[in-house]
T-cell receptor, first 117, second 118 residues
Framework: AQKITQTQPGMFVQEKEAVTLDCTYD???????LFWYKQPSSGEMIFLIY??????QNATEGRYSLNFQKARKSANLVISASQLGDSAMYFC??????????????FGQGTRLTINP | DTEVTQTPKHLVMGMTNKKSLKCEQH?????MYWYKQKAKKPPELMFV???????INESVPSRFSPECPNSSLLNLHLHALQPEDSALYLC?????????????????FGPGTRLTVL
């Protein structure tokens, strides 16, 4: 069965430090996508970064990078130079094709990140 | 522009009421989704519409009735809900599942509707 595991329920980091949020996944499908979303207390799920299973390079988007280790089935999110506005819940998710024309996102339990001034 | 809008932002309803949640996107996306999210939990998929046809129903009770009037709009009709249905309801859309590799399709979410059932 497909599964996403986030083992850090909460993390506390000093402002301007880098932070790594852990994500491991389990699937037997050769084709899958891995996503990270940020959810502030307002509730909106904000897309941060995507990594495809066939991508050779690690994805980067501004201060966000994804450390993709396929053999270990891990897709950790790295946030460089953290800011107070980075405080939020972070979800790792995997996309799965259900039927042609429809996919499903499987989410981890999330990590609550708190940035301290 | 990756904006998905949802109305209302907050909704309080009684168990005998009928209400509707609305979702709209103008990104030309052809897939739209409803998720339910309870407090401190990840979102759970409810329905998927692809090219205005219902593709996935994750065994959702019939008191939730989705509708996709056109490619930009998605509604969720609510009737005879229970207090345990109180949650954040999130709408999402994605571009084109049929044209390329579906697992690369990024879902963009709206701000959600916080529903309270009394």
């Amino acid at each position: 069965a497909q599964k996403i595991t986030q083992t850090q329920p909460g993390m506390f980091v000093q402002e301007k430090e880098a932070v790594t949020l852990d994500c491991t996944y389990d699937t037997s499908d050769p084709s899958y996508g891995l996503f990270w979303y940020k959810q502030p207390s307002s509730g909106e799920m904000i897309f941060l970064i995507y990594q495809g299973s066939y991508d050779q390079q690690n994805a980067t988007e501004g201060r966000y990078s994804l450390n993709f280790q396929k053999a270990r089935k891990s897709a950790n999110l790295v946030i460089s130079a953290s800011q107070l506005g980075d405080s939020a819940m972070y979800f790792c998710a995997m996309s799965l094709l259900i039927i042609q024309g429809a996919q499903k996102l499987v989410f981890g339990q999330g990590t609550r990140l708190t940035i301290n001034p | 522009d990756t904006e998905v809008t949802q109305t209302p932002k907050h909704l309080v309803m009684g168990m005998t009421n009928k209400k509707s949640l609305k979702c709209e996107q103008h990104m030309g996306h052809r897939a739209m989704y409803w998720y339910k999210q309870k407090a401190k939990k990840p979102p759970e998929l409810m329905f998927v519409y692809s090219y205005e046809k219902l593709s996935i129903n994750e065994s959702v009770p019939s008191r939730f009735s989705p509708e996709c009037p056109n490619s930009s709009l998605l509604n969720l009709h609510l009737h005879a809900l229970q207090p345990e249905d109180s949650a954040l309801y999130l709408c999402a859309s994605s571009q084109d599942l049929l044209g390329g590799r579906p697992t690369t399709d990024t879902q963009y979410f709206g701000p959600g509707t916080r529903l309270t059932v009394l």
